[in-house]
Every structure is written in C-alpha cells, then in structure tokens.
C-alpha cells in the first residue's frame, strides 16, 4: 500500500514554498504538484535531496490546473490536500483568473471527493472574500467569518483587484455549495489569508514587480517608491505564521467544514520605514522618512480573529520583522545581481 502524503499545490509560489518548508522540517511525506518540470524539479532537487532519497517528497507534473480531473491521480493515495495555487492576472480578468479559480478548486474538492483516503482539504482563501476592497475598509465595522464580499462580475471586471476579489469570493462560495451537494467523506477549510509579508525562498526570487498584487509587493512599493505613503489596507500576516497554520489546520482537533479569518496585526510602515533607515544607513537615499501619522483611515474596519486565536494561537511574527525580511531579500538579491 503506498504510503499517505499531504498534497500541496503551489509549490512554486512563495506561501507553497514556505509551507513546503515547513512540511519537510516536519518530516511530513510530501506530493507537491508542479505545473513544469522542466522549470521546477531541478531546483526543488536540488533543495531537498534528502527528503527525496528518503521518498518523503515527489512530484507530480499537471500542466494544467483547470483541465477536468486534474487532480483524480495524484489525490487517490493522498491523506490530505493544501490547495495554496490560484489564477492571478493583470488583463482578460474572466478568462485568466475569474473562471479559472473555481475550476482550481472544483478540480481539488472532485479529486478529493474520488480519493478514499483524503481526510480533509485545506484551501488558501483571502481576507478580501469577507470585505469588498477599498469600500469596507472605512466603514468603522468589524468583519467575522460571516461576512461575505458582495462584489459583483460587472465590478469585477474593472481592474486585476477587483477581479481577485471576486473569484475568491465566488470560488469559495461556490465550495461551500460543493460540501453541502455532495456531502462528501472529507472536511474542508478555508483560511482567510491578509496581506502576506516575509521571505521569498520560492524559485527564481526577483525584487517584485511594483505593479504585482500581494503584500509583498505592497510593502515594496510603499518603502522604495514612497508612492503609498498613506496604507489604508494594512492588515498583514508573515509568511511563516501562514504556512504554520496551513498545517495546524491538517491536525484533526481544529475543527473542520469551517472559515478562519486570518490577521495578525497591521502593517505600521510609517514607523517601520524609520527604523529600517536608522539600522540600514545605506538605504536612507532609497527609503523616504516615515510620516509621523500612520496614515490609517479615522474609522478604520476591524477583523474579528477570536475564532483564529482560540484554535491557532495569539503568537506571531511582528510586523517589523517580516517587513525586514523583505527589505533582505531585495538587498540580497542586488548584492548578487
């Protein structure tokens, strides 16, 4: 009988690869699903050898993620799935991203429901599924798991934004419609991820474009280009507390058929930038002084994360660190290149 693994998808993208990371330190026998091998194996080779040799990390090649039964094959011998891909694009929103993502997911929850040892699936989710992005953000409210984006195909048409923010939405909507049809032998989560900040030890690491979606590039645009000094999104989550939840998640006492919305904290980037430029003197002609006002909306939104904290803790990467991790990445990366 082959042994069970935790099947990963997006693997390549920077919350595949830290929660591969931390999959692997945890001794976890790993399928990690790869659009290319040619683009991809050699690399993740090279990274793990040992946890190959010991065959507690394979590969399984799937070209294309929203091809009907995508998944049936390497999700038949699986324990569980960590579905962290998802369709981003910055033009021809219905065809590239918005159809796309619920075939992503379709495609995962069909294999699943197909596998008869899959125990539960976890799936990457987004904040932006509970609030429609910039609007909600001034409201003065407090968003919970209850809360549902209400943005529609028409609004999401508009800009790459508001296209991610619908086909979370609707592809997390349209599972849930999944799980109460079929009523299948697994559980499924979601986990409701923020901005995302920290490390990037995914494959072929660049300075991110400023003009990408993602906290990263967020943060990046914010402290070199100084053209946000004013956040008004700012609730963040470090890369490494994103993966280690992702597993939590596996452990079958956090309760299943569930939405988790994720946040850690507010990115204060005002404050960080001053820091940044008093312990990296050679960065203060690159990175503008901080404005003493956060810059933060007067009647700011809240997230509610008591569900979060009671089943995934209250300690986490401050804001700062994870800022400073993405300023070493970018220093790295030029010292190299």
């Given at each position: 009988m082959a042994t069970p693994y935790i099947l990963l998808t997006g693997a390549t993208g920077n919350v595949g690869a830290v929660i591969l990371e931390h999959l692997i330190a945890a001794n976890q026998s790993v399928n990690a699903v790869l659009r290319s091998f040619a683009k991809s194996k050699a690399f993740l080779e090279a990274k793990y050898p040992s946890a190959i040799t010991a065959g507690t990390l394979t590969f399984t090649e799937?070209?294309?993620?929203a091809a009907p039964g995508a998944f049936h094959a390497p999700a038949a011998n699986a324990s569980n799935i960590i579905h962290?891909?998802?369709?981003?694009?910055?033009?021809?929103?219905?065809?590239?991203?918005i159809e796309p993502a619920w075939k992503f997911d379709h495609n995962i929850l069909a294999a699943a429901s197909a596998s008869p040892s899959v125990k539960r699936v976890v799936i990457t989710g987004s904040t932006v599924s509970t609030m429609r992005i910039p609007h909600d953000v001034v409201t003065g409210k407090t968003f919970t798991e209850a809360n549902y984006n209400p943005i529609t195909l028409e609004e999401a048409l508009a800009n790459p934004s508001s296209a991610y923010q619908y086909s979370k939405t609707m592809s997390e909507q349209k599972s849930w419609a999944y799980m109460a049809?079929?009523?299948?032998?697994?559980?499924?989560v979601f986990l409701l991820v923020p901005l995302v900040t920290g490390r990037s030890p995914e494959?072929?690491?660049?300075?991110?474009?400023?003009?990408?979606?993602g906290g990263i590039a967020l943060v990046s645009r914010f402290l070199f280009d100084?053209?946000?000094?004013?956040?008004?999104?700012?609730?963040?989550?470090?890369?490494?507390?994103?993966?280690?939840?992702?597993?939590?998640?596996?452990?079958?006492?956090?309760?299943?058929n569930e939405r988790y919305l994720l946040h850690s904290g507010l990115l204060h980037l005002n404050e960080y930038a001053n820091r940044l430029r008093e312990k990296y003197p050679e960065l203060r002609d690159r990175i503008a002084p901080g404005k003493e006002d956060e810059g933060f909306p007067e009647q700011m939104s809240k997230f509610?994360?008591?569900?979060?904290?009671?089943?995934f803790g209250t300690q986490w990467v401050d804001g700062f660190e994870s800022v400073e991790a993405?300023?070493?990445?970018?220093?790295?990366?030029e010292a190299t290149h």
């Open positions: 799937i070209p294309d993620l962290v891909a998802t369709p981003l694009a910055y033009s021809d929103f219905q065809n590239a991203m049809e079929t009523k299948p032998h697994f559980d499924l494959q072929g690491y660049a300075p991110p474009s400023r003009e990408r979606m100084g053209k946000e000094r004013s956040l008004y999104f700012a609730y963040f989550m470090d890369v490494d507390d994103v993966a280690r939840v992702h597993i939590k998640a596996l452990d079958p006492s956090v309760p299943g509610d994360v008591s569900k979060m904290e009671k089943v993405i300023v070493k990445d970018a220093l790295a990366y």
